[in-house]
């Protein structure tokens, strides 16, 4: 089992910065692949970004240039969102996928508007 906690979300302007943190517990050294998402309201859930453990790392079009995932050894993971715009606004989601299952977490909110 892998437990999840995002923090970080908060209501920002537009062109604001905001890092998102992901605090992992449990199994893990059993996670291979942590990942941010996102689903703002009446849209489907979307990948935002994901850091592999070996640091590869891959974004949605919309997130390259502004937003950088990272991963410490205790598989904690960090989103820094800079220059946010109204359309980021939305629930984020913190994710580990372990060869069994995929985890998640409750969300963190981020509200974008001036």
């Known amino acids: 089992q892998v437990q999840l906690v995002e923090s970080g979300g908060d209501l920002v302007q537009p062109g604001g910065s905001l890092r998102l943190s992901c605090t992992t517990s449990g199994n893990i050294f059993s996670i291979y692949v942590m990942g941010w998402y996102r689903q703002a309201p009446e849209k489907q859930r979307e990948l935002v970004a994901r850091i592999t453990t070996g640091q590869s790392t891959m974004y949605a079009d919309s997130a390259k240039g502004r937003f950088t995932i990272s991963m410490d050894n205790a598989r904690n993971t960090y989103l820094q969102m800079n220059n946010l715009r109204p359309e980021d606004t939305a629930l984020y989601y913190c994710?580990?996928?372990?060869?069994?299952?995929?985890?998640w977490g409750q969300g963190t909110q981020v509200a974008v508007f001036s």
């Open positions: 994710s580990a996928d372990t060869p069994r299952n995929t985890y």
